[in-house]
Structure formats: structure tokens, C-alpha cells
């Protein structure tokens, strides 16, 4: 029971972040810094546009339409994501009290 009583003490949100995500462990203890993850998301796609868009001005059009495109499904994900995690909290602090609710009527 050790093992399942120290399980918060061993809980990485990093880790935890990923498994919910993506369905893996993750090594690493500690999540990258913003700036770093957004510079390493978006490094590539902006040289890609550079490439293709030697032009500023279609460049920064381009930009800006595929920026509104992103906006779209950040708001949509983001919503789903509050969504389930609300029901997640909401199915613990049930079964948690439910635990509660068994452990009182036992004694």
C-alpha cells in the first residue's frame, strides 16, 4: 500500500501533462521553459514561410491567416480539454467522497 500512499509524492505534472496527452511516459523531470517550447514549435514553420514568402508583406499575410487558423483550434481543444478535466475532478471528488460515504457506514 506504500507505494500507492506515496504516489502523489512521486507525481510530476510535466509527466502526468504527457501521459494524458499523448499516451506516453515522458523521461524528462522537467518541462521545457515557454519561450524555449514556443521557439522550438515555431522555428520551422516561420523559416518555411520565409522560404516561400521571400515577399514581407504576403509573408506576414500568410502568417497572420495561418496565426487565426491556430487561434481556432487552441480555443476549440482548450474548451474540450476544461471540459474533461472538470469531469475528471468532478468523477474524483465523487468517488473520493463515495470512499468517505463507505468508510463512515463500515464503523
Known sequence: ???IENAFERMNM???INFLL???ECDAKEAP???D????GCD???RRLDALYPNAAERDEAAADLSKALTVYEYVYME???KAGARL???LLLTDNQVCVDKINRQ
Not at 517550447?37 to 522550438?40: E, V
Open 80 to 82: 474540450l480539454g476544461m
Open 1 to 3: 500500500m506504500g507505494y
Open 44 to 46: 520551422p514553420i516561420f
Open 22 to 24: 499523448y499516451g506516453v
Open 33 to 35: 521553459t515557454y519561450q
Open 89 to 91: 475532478i468532478q468523477q
Open 37 to 40: 517550447a514556443l521557439k522550438k
Open 14 to 16: 510535466y509527466q502526468i
